[in-house]
């Protein structure tokens, strides 16, 4: 076994649904087909997809919670299969969204009591809690009941809870979502902060601009496929260093200028699209010059609305790569 904190061979899980009561019709879905990855030690890697795209179930069977149909897992050096009780003692996991806090103890006895859980013997665990609750930021609101608490105060609970036994490797599943943005923030530095420490992360999300942020490496999910695996400075350049310039304009205005556009059709990809009475048009291209040159007497004539010119984004690339599979 190499070095790899996870190492995955051709994993597959399938689920299989019963229907009806009567006729038990059954139905099967492919959640994840066929993915194969590696993840470093130390690194901050992302899964990076839309709803439904085989994320949570990936992480679970990851995390021992979920056995694959097929393929193999190695977590650690360990088999999943073989294993499965070492790697639990030495994996930790939050899944988005999770239950399972107390709301009526304060955050503290929260932890204390997961810790008791855990085993964790008391004089460890009094000083862990110490150090957990200041890296999640709760310090000063460590005797507060949970169920004060925001939805961000208890998702950076949840991960204090997942860190309790001190885990090398770490997973978190869509560790922000539903948190408002300054809680985001905050969890994200809580997460930096443990990559600093030399922890393993395997996050999933579905905001482009987090994965950009955190990650070393980022797989870019699809209907249970991973269509893209890079850093996210490559995955940019793969698609091009192109140039985002969007455009709002009325409808007045909207044929003429698509007519000028059409014969710069050659420098740019160029997509409509239409909110109440603006009209967006979005121009991908490698020669933003040329464009801006054409578009000057509309800016003139005070025809167009808006503009935006932008370097693209992980989003742009992204979209770009999803919309390709779907091709
Ligand atoms: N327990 C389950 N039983 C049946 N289908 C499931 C189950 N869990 C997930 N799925 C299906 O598997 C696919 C992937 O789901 P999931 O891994 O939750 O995606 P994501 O986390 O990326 O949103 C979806 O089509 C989902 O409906
Ligand atoms: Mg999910």
Not at 54 to 61: A, D, E, I, S
Not at 132 to 161: I, K, P, W, Y
């Amino acid at each position: 076994m190499g070095s790899f904190a996870i190492e995955t061979r051709s994993l597959s899980k399938t689920f299989v649904t019963k229907r009806g009561f009567w006729r038990r019709k059954t139905k099967s879905t492919l959640a994840v087909e066929d993915i194969s990855f590696n993840v470093n030690q130390g690194e901050l890697f992302g899964i990076l997809g839309p709803n439904g795209a085989g994320k949570t179930t990936t992480v679970k069977m990851l995390s021992t919670l979920l056995l694959p149909t097929s393929g193999s897992i190695s977590i650690l050096g360990l088999d999943i299969l073989k294993n499965t009780l070492e790697i639990r003692k030495r994996i930790g996991f939050t899944f988005g969204g999770a239950r399972g806090l107390y709301g009526r103890l304060s955050a503290r006895d929260n932890l204390r009591y997961f810790a008791e859980l855990y085993g964790l013997a008391p004089e460890i665990t009094r000083k862990r809690i110490v150090e957990l609750l200041e890296m999640v930021g709760l310090t000063g609101r460590e005797e507060d009941r949970v169920e004060t608490f925001s939805s961000g105060m208890q998702q950076r609970l949840h991960l204090a809870r997942a860190l309790l036994h001190n885990p090398e490797l770490i997973f978190l599943d869509e560790p922000t979502v539903g948190i408002d943005p300054v809680g985001a923030r905050e969890l994200r530095a809580a997460i930096k902060t443990l990559i600093a420490r030399g922890k393993t992360i395997l996050l999933t999300t579905h905001y482009m601009a987090e994965a950009e942020e955190l990650c070393d490496r980022i797989a870019i999910v699809n209907k249970g496929n991973i269509v893209a695996m890079d850093t996210p400075s490559s995955l940019k350049v793969r698609i091009g260093r192109e140039t985002v310039i969007e455009v709002d304009v009325d409808q007045q205005n909207l044929e003429s200028l698509k007519i000028q556009l059409v014969k710069l059709d050659h420098l740019s990809k160029v997509e409509y699209s239409a909110e109440k009475l603006i009209n967006r048009i979005s121009i991908h291209t490698s020669e933003p010059e040329n464009i801006l040159r054409l578009l000057g007497p509309f800016l003139q004539a005070k025809s167009i609305q808006g503009l935006e010119v932008r370097n693209q984004t992980m989003e742009d690339v992204y979209v770009a790569i999803i919309q390709g599979e779907k091709k």
